[in-house]
């Protein structure tokens, strides 16, 4: 662990050799395909990776992997239904024949709402996200412009998103139930 953490990579692929296939089969457990086990994998190792200046040493290394694996499989769960609802969602709009003007309305209503919701974001993370999201700019670009680290931009995008996405949701389920 300790070479790992200096980022030698002889030790992180010895790492890889031993718990490699036992994390697979953990993941096979919960998925139903190897693809899927693979990536878990994969996406593991690599956070392992980007993350070894921070391995805990003490920790059971086994133990740290499997954790990984659960949240990992059971944010695939979550995104999975997230999908599954919006599917259900794009076929109820798309069987249900809306004339231009009250797409244009329910369009401006989205618009406006999403608006609202940038407005309840802190001035900085609301900057962030409208430079990233508006005008294209690279993390790198905005750390740079802001003299900030590129690991507070990823922070702001990440928090801003989930406040959209949650905000959203809700807008969804009434959309999706005409409660709107």
């Known amino acids: 662990m300790s070479e790992v953490r200096e980022g030698s990579e002889k030790a992180y692929e010895t790492l890889f050799k031993r718990y490699h296939e036992k994390l697979y089969y953990f993941a096979m457990r919960y998925l139903n395909s190897k693809e899927d086990a693979e990536g878990v994998v994969q996406e593991i190792f690599l956070k392992v990776w980007l993350h070894r200046a921070t391995l805990d040493e003490n920790r059971s290394f086994n133990a740290f992997l499997h954790t990984m694996a659960r949240n990992t499989i059971f944010n695939m769960h979550r995104k999975s239904q997230y999908e599954k609802v919006y599917q259900n969602y794009a076929k ?66 990440r928090l801003s998103l989930k406040t959209i996405r949650g905000a959203m949701d809700k807008i969804l389920v009434l959309l999706v139930f005409g409660v709107m």
């Open 92 to 157: 109820y709009l798309l069987s249900y024949t809306h004339t231009r003007s009250q797409d244009d309305v329910l369009y401006a209503d989205l618009v406006r709402y999403l608006e609202e919701v940038l407005d309840t974001l802190p001035p900085q993370r609301r900057k962030v996200y409208e430079m990233s999201r508006v005008k294209g700019m690279s993390y790198k670009e905005i750390a740079a412009e802001l003299n900030v680290s590129e690991k507070t931009v990823e922070t702001h995008i």
